[in-house]
């Protein structure tokens, strides 16, 4: 089977989880958003060590294989980028992998929004529903600042100018917008009517 694979990526509290489900309930692509591995590893070891790394890691890629062989149409899956990082690019090559191997479509938004839009949004009820390790507040906002001073959130235009790209501000914008000029630019199949899927 071939389907689509889209990466919606962004620095934490860009709103990644939103778009992916509004995203989700119009076009059938199922939402896997990285909160989904992450939380039930860490109930059992701390963020950054090795089992946690192997066990996410090994999750993510098992999931997305699975989806690309399947009759699924395909996957959206947020991930936080660091662009300096070469093996968070290795990462996002190897997602991707399973669907190109079979033909499938891979398209990648990038989501910026500023770090004080971003600090807000991190209470967001939708948010802390899904991700319990971000409910300390103090906690998350802390290593959010932290991650944007250590790592390049921001591809820099890098990416600018590809077909399977798109690099948006959603600041000021609502997800339901944002869903709306990522459908357009991919050119994604609609569901009729839209479903209602819960991030």
């Keep these: 089977m071939s389907g689509t694979l889209l990466f919606i990526l962004g620095p934490p509290a860009a709103g990644k989880m939103t778009v992916g489900a509004e995203i989700a309930a119009r076009t059938g692509l ?7 591995a992450i939380e039930p590893v860490l109930r059992f070891f701390p963020f950054g060590s090795p089992p946690f790394g192997r066990l996410v890691g090994r999750f993510r890629r098992d999931l997305i294989e699975e989806v690309a062989a399947s009759d699924l149409p395909g996957l959206i ?3 936080v980028w660091a662009y300096d990082l070469p093996e ?4 996002v090559r190897d997602f991707a992998e399973p669907f190109l191997r079979r033909g ?5 938004v990038e989501l910026q929004a500023s770090q004080e839009e971003r600090l807000r949004r991190s209470a967001g009820e939708s948010r802390l ?3 319990p390790s971000r409910r300390d507040l103090e906690t998350a906002r802390r290593q959010l600042v932290e991650l944007d001073a250590q790592y390049q959130l921001d591809s820099g235009g890098r990416f600018d100018g590809r077909a ?6 959603n600041t000021h914008l609502e997800a339901a917008d944002v869903a709306t000029r990522v459908i357009a ?7 009729n009517p839209p479903a209602r899927f819960t991030a």
């Design 164 to 169: 399977d790209y798109l690099r948006l501000d």
């Design 30 to 36: 199922r939402l896997f958003h990285n909160h989904l």
């Design 77 to 79: 899956f947020t991930f």
């Design 104 to 108: 499938g479509r891979v398209h990648y």
């Design 185 to 191: 630019h991919f050119g994604l199949p609609l569901l």
């Design 88 to 91: 968070d690019e290795q990462a």
């Design 129 to 131: 529903a899904e991700k």
